[in-house]
Antibody, heavy 123, light 107 residues
């Protein structure tokens, strides 16, 4: 069955770029018509959608983060990535990658999630 | 942006009791595209309900969703020990936004 696994540095300095990867196993990104997503959760707080992308490269971002976010896909490695630039302490959070219940469009609920990875922004 | 307000913030109940959680939207949720998630400590969210009232695969029938337009409800008919967790609503009719969560704790 499909599994997602996030990876990347657990500590990022302020003003630098946060980079995370989500490895997909048990299925192919390029052979499935889904909008793969990133969601984050600051410690003790709620969930925030960051953005989603189609396997072909179309992207959709949260307007509040759009100027700093880039989501990309590497179909050869069956993974997709998140880059968030100019980070501050407010970007400290658990970052999840996820797949929605179907590929109708990017505005769908997520039924498969990675375990999440904690990223702390601190000098 | 559609803002989702969940209430109460915390619900203190005993196992076997009925839980009723509310999610109110700042404007109408397109086609009732409203989902509910459960999140246990240290775990990723789990999809319970989508389309306001459809249970996701493998979700027990003690979980039910209802509502339309701007007012939605998640009901847990009889709380099991594993149901004590935080619950989030999400609208996906106009972009994607989540509510602030309701914690269901053991009384």
């Amino acid at each position: 069955h499909l599994q997602l696994q996030e990876s990347g540095p657990g500590l990022v300095k302020p003003s630098e770029t946060l980079s995370l990867t989500c490895a997909v196993s048990g299925g192919s990104i390029s052979r499935s018509s889904y909008y793969w997503g990133w969601i984050r959760q600051p410690p003790g707080k709620g969930l925030e959608w960051i953005g989603s992308m189609y396997y072909s490269g179309s992207t959709y971002y949260n307007p509040s983060l759009r100027s700093r976010v880039t989501i990309s896909v590497d179909t050869s490695k069956n993974q997709f990535s998140l880059k968030l630039s100019s980070v501050t302490a407010a970007d400290t959070a658990v970052y999840y990658c996820a797949r929605p219940i179907d590929g109708y469009n990017f505005e769908r609920p997520f039924d498969i999630w990675g375990q999440g990875t904690m990223v702390t922004v601190s000098s | 942006e559609i803002v989702l307000t969940q209430s109460p913030g915390t619900l203190s109940l005993s196992p076997g009791e009925r839980a009723t959680l509310s999610c109110r939207a700042s404007r109408t949720v397109y086609t009732n595209y409203l989902a509910w998630y459960q999140q246990r400590p240290g775990q990723a969210p789990r999809l319970l309900i989508y389309g306001a009232s459809s249970r996701a695969t493998g979700i027990p029938d003690r979980f039910s969703g209802s509502g339309s337009a701007t007012d939605f409800t998640l009901t847990i008919s009889r709380l099991e020990p594993e149901d004590f967790a935080v619950y989030y609503c999400q609208q996906y009719g106009t972009s994607l936004t989540f509510g602030g969560g309701t914690k269901v704790e053991i009384k």
